[in-house]
């Protein structure tokens, strides 16, 4: 029996209740098989675009527009805002740095809805491209595209 | 003194010859008791630890075994839409294989569109639009219209941009143009 039994301490008539814990053991096990078979171990997420991939413009540009262009080439990042001239951000050990371009955009100092083109060369891994929109998603710009780099080469060259 | 009822005993049946306490000839009968709060403390703190990761929406997309999804701090949670993977050995959508990544190149497509691919998207829109045709109210269907240009892209990140662009080229011409980028969310500071 498991109900309530007295015991008696020095004179003092007290109460011990035996706690089955038979239940709660059954209901622990069945919850935690339910929660590891429903666990997620990895978060996925999503970055989202806009399509703007464009065929290559043999035309030059003649006014560039004022956004930031971000090219990935072999050797690094090339980074252009509106008419000022690019500038360069080059590899670092073989790996394209992002905490340089995060600073060169950081000192840039431009607003949250500026557009924002990252253009890689055919080459880069998709990795590395993430890798820039991620940087400048990081800094509040949430309006990032993708385009080829041969769209963007015209203007990149001023 | 009060009368008690005895408690279990291991029976005479079970041979515990074995077992001597008490030094030599001793025959004294041994009782086993399993401590269970350590197993209680460490399903417990299972448990909190499994409801606090629990996630309601589940898995939302498969990930192949090989396919290395790029990293990315900033990136919103994940719908169901149709996806395309890209391997490095294959180009899927949905699953099913499509085409072999290695074919993937604007030389081998100067259009830049990937008539397989182009069949599968297309095939998937008009099975969209037979199962969900687009309301009347001007609200709902542009919400339609929203959700019905969303793909998602679940790419290995070497994959070089050239295959990517193609098969967001062939996306978009079938009227796929929001793009989601499937990637494994890192936490901050790591």
Redesign the interface.
């Given at each position: 029996m498991s109900g309530p039994q007295e015991i008696s301490k020095g004179g003092k008539k007290t109460l011990g209740v035996a706690l089955n814990?038979v239940p709660?053991?059954d209901l622990?096990?069945v919850?935690?098989t339910f929660?590891?078979i429903?666990?997620?171990w990895?978060?996925?997420?999503?970055?989202?675009?806009?399509?703007s991939?464009q065929?290559p413009q043999k035309q030059q540009q003649t006014e560039p527009p004022k956004r930031l262009t971000i090219l990935?080439d072999k050797n690094g990042y090339w980074v252009k805002f509106a008419d000022l001239s690019r500038e360069s951000i080059p590899k670092v050990d073989g790996k394209y740095d992002a905490a340089g371009l995060r600073k060169k955009v950081e000192e840039m100092k431009l607003p949250k809805d500026q557009k924002v083109i990252v253009a890689?060369?055919?080459?880069?891994?998709?990795?590395d491209?993430?890798?820039a929109?991620?940087t400048c998603?990081?800094l509040g710009m949430a309006n990032v595209v993708?385009a080829?780099a041969n769209s963007v080469a015209g203007e990149m060259e001023k | 003194m009060a009368i008690k009822a005895p408690g279990s005993r291991i029976g005479s049946s079970v041979n515990m010859k074995g077992l001597k306490v008490g030094g030599k000839g001793a025959r004294k009968a041994m009782l086993f008791d399993l401590n269970?709060t350590p197993?209680?403390d460490m399903?417990?703190i299972?448990?909190v630890f499994?409801?606090i990761?629990?996630?309601a929406t589940?898995?939302?997309?498969m990930?192949q075994n090989d396919i290395r999804?790029?990293?990315?701090?900033?990136?919103?949670?994940?719908?169901r839409y149709p996806l395309i993977g890209i391997s490095s050995q294959s180009l899927v959508f949905e699953g099913e294989e499509v085409m072999k990544t290695t074919l993937v190149a604007?030389k081998n497509f100067p259009d830049?569109r990937l008539p397989d691919l182009s069949k599968v998207l297309k095939a998937a829109r008009e099975s969209y639009e037979r199962a969900r045709p687009m309301p009347a109210d001007k609200e709902k269907a542009e919400k339609w219209l929203e959700e019905s240009r969303q793909i998602?892209i679940q790419?290995?990140?070497?994959?070089?941009?050239?295959v990517?662009?193609l098969v967001?080229?062939t996306?978009?011409i079938e009227g796929y143009?929001?793009?989601?980028?499937?990637?494994?969310?890192k936490a901050k500071g790591t």
């Open positions: 814990l709660m053991i622990f096990s919850c935690i929660l590891l429903t666990a997620v990895t978060q996925t997420g999503r970055i989202s675009v806009d399509q991939v065929k990935l890689p060369e055919d080459q880069v891994a998709y990795s491209m993430i890798t929109m991620d998603m990081s993708v080829d | 269970l197993m209680i399903f417990s299972l448990v499994l409801l990761t629990f996630s589940g898995e939302i997309l990930q999804l790029p990293k990315a701090y900033s990136g919103r949670a994940l719908d604007e830049l998602i790419a290995d990140e070497a994959i070089p941009f050239e990517i662009r967001m080229t996306a978009a143009s929001s793009i989601n980028f499937a990637i494994i969310k």
